[in-house]
């Protein structure tokens, strides 16, 4: 009896021991041991390394690689010096502007006083003499009437700022207008003025009408022009655009 009990204990023994191990257990023990080896925590980390290495070799390769225009589907038309090549093409400079007449047509008009100018023979600069009372003063401008010594429209001979208008004894109203280079002009003899000090005049616009002083009231109505160069009178007939 007792021998059989034996046996029955060692069959029992070798099924239990034979009997496969199955589920997490299993691989919980064997997920354990392979982190227990030293080795392994190292050689993830080269893999991770060598991986992200290769990566980005590929990368720069790609980067590095010449780009075909064709690829981009890109194209330049016209000329790229700034040349005008059409008619919605800008111009990369500007004319630079000219001193104009302050009428509209000056072929309508007289110039019934002219600029004293040293340069001049006596003649001519006697004829360019204002006599007020018992004194003769140069005059240092043009003076521009109609035949019919209508009154006409004084235009902005060039582009820039209004400096001045007011009414000054014996010239009557005057204004100034000062521009970019270094150069103003100087309207009096007017009335009806159309601008105000600070304004920003373009060349032709109206700024008053011709009128009557008491300086030259022998000249009838008219407009007295000049032209400053550094603080300085010229000639308008030298500088205006003809």
């Known amino acids: 009896m007792k021998e059989e009990n034996k046996i029955q204990s060692s069959q029992g023994e070798q099924n239990h021991t034979s009997r496969p191990v199955e589920g997490p257990r299993a691989s919980g023990s064997v997920g354990k041991r392979l982190l227990g080896k030293k080795w392994v925590f190292p050689a993830t980390y080269i893999a991770a390394a060598a991986i992200i290495l290769t990566l980005m070799w590929a990368y720069q390769d790609n980067a590095s690689t010449p780009v075909d225009e064709t690829d981009l589907n890109l194209s330049v038309t016209g000329d790229v010096t700034g040349e005008e090549q059409g008619p919605d093409a800008v111009a990369v400079t500007a004319e630079a502007e000219t001193l104009g007449w302050p009428v509209q047509d000056h072929n309508s008009l007289e110039v019934i006083l002219g600029f004293f100018d ?25 003076d521009l009437a109609s035949p019919n010594n209508e009154a006409f429209d004084v235009l902005a001979a060039m582009s820039g700022t209004v400096t001045r208008v007011e009414q000054v004894p014996v010239v009557g109203h005057l204004i100034e207008i000062t521009h970019a280079n270094g150069l103003s002009t100087i309207y009096s003899s007017v009335e009806s003025v159309q601008v105000a000090q600070g304004d920003e005049v373009k060349k032709g616009d109206m700024i008053a009408k011709s009128g009557r002083n008491e300086l030259e009231k022998d000249l009838g109505n008219h407009v007295h022009f000049e032209i400053w160069e550094n603080k300085q009178p010229v000639n308008p007939e030298d500088y205006i655009e003809q």
Request: a negative charge; aromatic letters at 12%.
């Open 118 to 142: 040293v340069n001049n023979t006596n003649e001519d600069n006697q004829a360019a003499m204002v006599e007020y009372g018992d004194t003769f003063t140069p005059h240092y401008g043009i």
